[in-house]
């Protein structure tokens, strides 16, 4: 089973409207991170926000916010205001505790959203 | 912004040849990784490093050696080189810890004829 699922290979948002990228994960552990990163078309990967899995709220990067729903092992990413820039890339990832520590604090990605903002 | 270089930014390279990929870090941070980005796939890891000359397999090391011999650089060889390997690659960075994000170098196209 794939542990990040990003189910929209695709998705189109007018300028100035608010869009929403899904992402579910499947973990057994507890303690884990949840990552969204941006690639646009010059290829580099930026990171955009972070989650926890204790935080009791949703994380909030400027535009980005993160709807976290521990339950339903969902980490949505919503982009308030879309602008034209935005369009790009968009993955989803998670580290877990079980490859951390001595191990290797390795992402696991989604294949990602690819995200195009119509002017 | 983190202190990656890649180098080559790109090189083809034909079948069969061994081809070697740096990655350069300033920011003496002890993990760092090597990935793939292929169409469909996302990003993939190939191997990774927890400190100088510790290294281990990640997801998708079949073809594929590392080393690490300084903090500053970690090496990704390709033997001999195939098709398959004609990919996207990316190293990143990161401190230990769940919270801290990985960062990432600019890539390195490497096109396998």
């Known amino acids: 089973a794939q542990k990040i699922t990003q189910t929209q290979p695709g998705m189109f948002v007018q300028e100035k409207e608010a869009v929403t990228l899904d992402c579910t994960y499947d973990?057994?552990?507890?303690?884990?991170?949840l990552f969204w990163y941006k690639q646009p078309s010059s290829g580099e990967m930026i990171f955009l926000i972070y989650q926890g899995s204790y935080d009791e709220q949703n994380a909030t990067e400027g535009r980005y916010s993160l709807n976290f729903q521990k339950a339903r092992k969902s980490a949505n990413l919503v982009i308030s205001a879309s602008q034209l820039g935005d369009s790009a890339m968009y993955f989803c990832?998670?580290?877990?505790?079980?490859?951390?520590?001595?191990?290797?604090?390795?992402?696991?990605f989604g294949k990602g959203t690819k995200l195009s903002v119509i002017p | 912004d983190a202190g990656i270089t890649q180098s080559p930014r790109h090189k083809v390279t034909e079948t069969g040849t061994p081809v070697t990929l740096r990655c350069h870090q300033t920011?003496?941070?002890?993990?760092m990784y090597w990935y793939r980005q292929d169409p469909g796939h996302g990003l993939r890891l190939i191997h990774y490093?927890?400190?100088?000359?510790?290294?281990d397999k990640g997801e998708v090391s079949d073809g594929y050696s590392v080393s690490r011999s300084k903090t500053e650089d970690f090496l990704l060889t390709l033997e001999s080189a195939t098709s398959s390997q004609t990919s996207v690659y990316f190293c990143?960075?990161?401190?230990?810890?769940?919270?801290?994000?990985?960062?990432f170098g600019p890539g390195t196209r490497l096109t396998v004829l």
């Open positions: 490093s927890y400190g100088v000359k510790d290294t």
């Open positions: 990832a998670m580290r877990e505790a079980a490859y951390s520590g001595a191990g290797s604090y390795q992402l696991t």
């Open positions: 920011e003496n941070h002890r993990y």
């Open positions: 990143a960075i990161s401190e230990s810890g769940l919270v801290y994000e990985q960062f």
């Open positions: 973990t057994s552990d507890q303690s884990y991170g």
